[in-house]
């Protein structure tokens, strides 16, 4: 292997746990406890459907390779949206009334770190990424198109024995590949384009397939397999899934594979870049005038636009003020709030945060379109 | 005056305004934005009742005299109780229904800076802090006892017309005064008790209704004065007032007193510190258990509770990870709302911030007692 994977862990620690079956002796230690988890999913409106979280003997198990990638040149806006975007595909497939969440414990990082690397049929036939050709040229090298793998378990049970009943598989592919021709040399680049990603991130998919039914513990159970756009270096917004594969039970092979419409947009948008949908860049732009108005020391306003197959579904803002006083934060909260039901989509979820330049001041938001705002102030 | 002043704006525009009268011309310039958001002090449910606040020609007016200090020893604990306190003792005498908040319009920078300062027969009659006895030394020399003012106005009226109706002033008085014999030489303090504080604190509050009743805008409306004291520099939590004193309309003097009692304690205490209600910090030490037994990222778990009258109004918790996950921390705030359920009074305020390093990851809260708690996971 010529490349070394960097292990990005961001401060969390990595559990190297011993050995990764024996699922029949997981339990979720305080019953009492798991009992009023399971009841907060109606009260605490986070979303319509979310995972129970499967505790091992008391302890939430981060993943056993979280954080890996092939290259170094990750896009840290990428990690959230990798994550969570695969929790709400897998939430199609696997039921979060009948399935519990638990961070990838199949997947060692010797295995992720072999389908990373290149394929070498002397040193790595595990490699999903292609062959090094030797080239150094952009545009003539083959490029790293697997960036990092995801693994999520999804388990079935009841008290003290849970077994493993699917898993999601996130492939996070380049859409453009950093390079260096010489050790921190300067920096090339390889883009990919979408239909690139597609039929790599397929192909490697398939042979994933086939190496996961090879394992005792995948031998038999459904499969998802998502395609992740990794954005630029510089992108605002981060990367999405674009594509995913489901892979019934017993099946030996991708059974089908569903395309995912995401698209996410910063407004105001920058230069000539068109609004995704122009009553909602409306709205935010009333939203914006209007507090700026009342207030001297709004510094910024910035929203974060999420769309579903062409539907809003979240709008995030973030709102930067100059303030010092209780009164004014007090105060101007209310003002958003007013603005807010004014001026803001009816249709999806509302997140209003007012920050000052040290701290979170207020939030307003609203965590399902059909709810009420909830307005709080920091102490 | 021997003494600088050192105006704290803190980054907020310290407007000059051309004259303070004319309060006939105050206007809300959207009357649709009024409606809606005198409407939202009932959905907002931040207090039971909250003041609107007065916005002329459509902007927030900050105080003219905002954060100006008699000496450069400022504790920034302090700032955000000596305003939020004088705002809620407000409310006993200026009823939310009937008055609207300002900032202090009134008192120019020029009367406060008088105000602030030693009292020299020769060259500052208005000074409230005593004269200066040339003394030198910890416990010779006479002590800045006031350290700041805060005014407050509360107005009445409808739609184009406010009349000021009530001011509040607040007088930070130190609990110690930390001084040096020579500039930026070695700091020194003088410790002041509660009995000097609250004689001092009455002496000053009598000279400034004397002064008031001269003006204007201020010659027979009612008056509250409330004496808070100000923490030590290496205070965890921040000062409180202790006393307030009544001025009715046309009196001349302060018709009655009447002493506050408000505590803050930051848990878990320090050293032998005895926890001002057992009930209240063994709920809080369960709380701390249990969510740290369950994950093994958590830094550090603070309570700051809050007593009236000795009984628990908040308790504001904060807690610091290192989590990067977004599975871990929409599985952490389940398990800290399950927590909270079981081990939280039930009878105050409860804000619950999940941190990290960078930034407010998530928010636990109830903004009223007998409110369900809301959970927002920051996005």
Same mark, same amino acid.
């Given at each position: 292997?010529?490349?070394?994977?960097?292990?990005?862990?961001?401060?969390?620690?990595?559990?190297?746990?011993?050995?990764?079956?024996?699922?029949?002796?997981?339990?979720?230690?305080?019953?009492?406890?798991?009992?009023?988890?399971?009841?907060?999913?109606?009260?605490?409106?986070?979303?319509?459907?979310?995972?129970?979280?499967?505790?091992?003997?008391?302890?939430?198990?981060? /993943?056993?390779?979280?954080?890996?990638?092939?290259?170094?040149?990750?896009?840290?806006?990428?990690?959230?949206?990798?994550?969570?975007?695969?929790?709400?595909?897998?939430?199609?497939?696997?039921?979060?009334?009948?399935?519990?969440?638990?961070?990838?414990?199949?997947?060692?990082?010797?295995?992720?770190?072999?389908?990373?690397?290149?394929?070498?049929?002397?040193?790595?036939?595990? /490699?999903?990424?292609?062959?090094?050709?030797?080239?150094?040229?952009?545009?003539?090298?083959?490029?790293? !198109?697997?960036?990092?793998?995801?693994?999520?378990? !999804?388990?079935?049970?009841?008290?003290?024995?849970?077994?493993?009943?699917?898993?999601?598989?996130?492939?996070?592919?380049?859409?453009?590949?950093?390079?260096?021709?010489?050790?921190?040399?300067?920096?090339?680049?390889?883009?990919?384009?979408?239909?690139?990603?597609?039929?790599?991130?397929?192909?490697?998919?398939?042979?994933?397939?086939?190496?996961?039914?090879?394992?005792?513990?995948?031998?038999?159970?459904?499969?998802?397999?998502?395609?992740?756009?990794?954005?630029?270096?510089?992108?605002?917004?981060?990367?999405?899934?674009?594509?995913?594969?489901?892979?019934?039970?017993?099946?030996?092979?991708?059974?089908?594979?569903?395309?995912?419409?995401?698209?996410?947009?910063?407004?105001?948008?920058?230069?000539?870049?068109?609004?995704?949908?122009?009553?909602?860049?409306?709205?935010?732009?009333?939203?914006?005038?209007?507090?700026?108005?009342?207030?001297?020391?709004?510094?910024?306003?910035?929203?974060?636009?999420?769309?579903?197959?062409?539907?809003?579904?979240?709008?995030?803002?973030?709102?930067?003020?100059?303030?010092?006083?209780?009164?004014?934060?007090?105060?101007?909260?209310?003002?958003?709030?007013?603005?807010?039901?004014?001026?803001?989509?009816?249709?999806?979820?509302?997140?209003?945060?007012?920050?000052?330049?040290?701290?979170?001041?207020?939030?307003?938001?609203?965590?399902?379109?059909?709810?009420?705002?909830?307005?709080?102030?920091?102490?």
């Amino acid at each position: 292997m010529k490349k070394i994977f960097k292990i990005i862990v961001a401060g969390a620690l990595l559990l190297v746990l011993t050995g990764c079956g024996n699922l029949k002796d997981s339990d979720l230690s305080n019953n009492a406890t798991t009992t009023s988890k399971k009841k907060s999913y109606q009260t605490t409106g986070t979303t319509d459907s979310q995972y129970s979280v499967l505790l091992r003997n008391g302890q939430y198990k981060t /993943g056993k390779t979280a954080g890996m990638a092939a290259t170094t040149n990750g896009n840290d806006v990428d990690t959230k949206n990798f994550e969570s975007e695969l929790v709400e595909l897998s939430t199609k497939q696997f039921s979060p009334n009948k399935y519990v969440f638990q961070e990838g414990q199949i997947l060692t990082t010797g295995t992720v770190s072999n389908w990373l690397g290149r394929y070498d049929k002397k040193t790595n036939k595990e /490699g999903l990424n292609p062959v090094d050709n030797k080239k150094k040229d952009a545009g003539k090298r083959n490029p790293y !198109y697997l960036e990092q793998i995801l693994e999520q378990d !999804y388990l079935t049970g009841s008290n003290n024995s849970y077994a493993l009943g699917g898993m999601s598989i996130g492939l996070g592919l380049n859409s453009v590949d950093y390079f260096t021709k010489v050790k921190d040399g300067a920096q090339y680049k390889d883009e990919i384009s979408r239909a690139k990603q597609t039929s790599e991130g397929k192909k490697m998919a398939e042979k994933i397939v086939t190496r996961l039914r090879k394992e005792k513990a995948t031998k038999s159970i459904p499969l998802l397999i998502g395609l992740f756009d990794k954005t630029k270096q510089d992108s605002l917004v981060g990367g999405t899934y674009f594509l995913y594969g489901v892979v019934n039970k017993d099946s030996n092979k991708v059974d089908k594979w569903v395309t995912v419409n995401n698209k996410t947009q910063v407004l105001p948008t920058i230069g000539d870049e068109k609004a995704i949908n122009s009553n909602d860049a409306e709205g935010f732009t009333n939203f914006k005038a209007a507090i700026q108005g009342y207030f001297p020391n709004i510094s910024g306003v910035i929203g974060r636009l999420t769309y579903q197959d062409n539907q809003l579904t979240a709008m995030d803002i973030s709102i930067t003020t100059q303030f010092y006083g209780y009164s004014q934060i007090n105060s101007f909260a209310k003002l958003v709030l007013s603005n807010a039901k004014k001026f803001l989509p009816t249709n999806a979820k509302i997140e209003i945060k007012i920050e000052s330049v040290s701290d979170t001041q207020a939030l307003i938001s609203k965590n399902k379109p059909d709810d009420e705002y909830y307005v709080h102030i920091f102490n």
